[in-house]
């Protein structure tokens, strides 16, 4: 008799779980995609911020700002072989899942698309709705790239443009929101995300100012992504989540310690 109790008890909360399992099975497998295999964002193209009203115009060749991201470029062009270039090549690559792994230090903690699907979805359905509202003034200004200016190799080659910095504007909508989903460790979050952001200028692919005004359509993405329902819903999902991995106690899925070091080189000239 007792058997068969709980045996009965312990159908019922698989009955109970079930639905809950598979509606987030569902929800995850209906996200719409872009191309097979891609997810879209969660911003239709009309609701991303318009980087061409919000941003102030490049710096022109031949101002002071412009002689800045000059000076800027040419000192991070002697990073090369050096421990802080090798974190700039690995900061390049936002595809999945090494991308789950960039902030994994600053949140001493391992995401997986196993351990937070919906955060893991988070991520990738973000990096899109960042990354795609810097196209319109890119395309607006056509802004050459430093290494089609001084001829020296980069991290990888592309034949885009270069004002705003999409890679920066994907890195600091990252902070902000993990920085929300864990805000105990804001600070460390905050400063990766920056430290992304300048990976890029050691990597000959971006100007200075290219980076500052990607964090700002960064930052303008986040705000409107929290207007939209199915961002907040996911929002909390993941936090849930997070909250499951902290208790787990995942280790980082990187070398804290190289990595540190490696973020520890100034990519400003004293």
């Known amino acids: 008799m007792l058997i068969r109790v709980l045996c009965g008890c312990i159908l019922a909360v698989v009955g109970l779980l079930a639905p809950v399992v598979g509606n987030a099975q569902s929800q995850l497998g209906a996200v719409p995609e872009i191309r097979r295999g891609v997810p879209a964002g969660y911003l239709q193209t009309e609701d991303r911020p318009d980087s061409v009203a919000i941003l102030p115009v490049p710096p022109a060749p031949g101002s002071a700002a412009h002689a800045l991201d000059v000076a800027i470029n040419e ?10 270039w090798d974190q700039a090549m690995t900061d390049a690559v936002t595809r999945f899942p090494q991308a789950a792994g960039i902030f994994s230090c600053s949140l001493n903690a391992r995401i997986t ?3 937070a699907p ?8 973000t990096l899109i709705d960042a990354g795609r509202s810097t196209v319109a003034a890119k395309e607006f200004y056509r802004r050459p790239r430093p290494l089609h200016v001084n001829g020296e190799s980069s991290c990888k080659d592309t034949e885009t443009f270069s004002y705003p910095s999409g890679h ?3 890195g600091w909508a990252w902070a902000l929101i993990l920085s929300e989903i864990d805000p105990d460790h804001t600070e460390a979050i905050l400063a990766r995300g920056r430290a992304f952001g300048e990976s890029r200028m050691v990597c000959n692919l971006h100007w200075q100012s290219d980076v ?9 993405a986040v705000a409107r992504l929290h207007a939209d329902p199915t961002f907040l819903a996911d929002m909390e999902l993941a936090k849930a989540e997070f ?18 070091e490696a973020l520890a080189e100034s990519i400003y000239p004293r």
């Open 75 to 84: 000192y991070n062009l002697t990073l090369r072989d050096t421990p802080r």
């Open 243 to 260: 909250k499951g991995i902290r208790e787990k106690g995942l280790p980082p899925s990187r070398d804290c310690k190289a990595e540190s």
């Open 118 to 125: 919906y955060l893991y979805m988070l991520l990738r359905r």
């Open 113 to 115: 698309e196993a351990n």
């Open 212 to 220: 500052q005004e990607g964090r700002t359509v960064g930052a303008a």
């Open 168 to 170: 920066t504007s994907a």
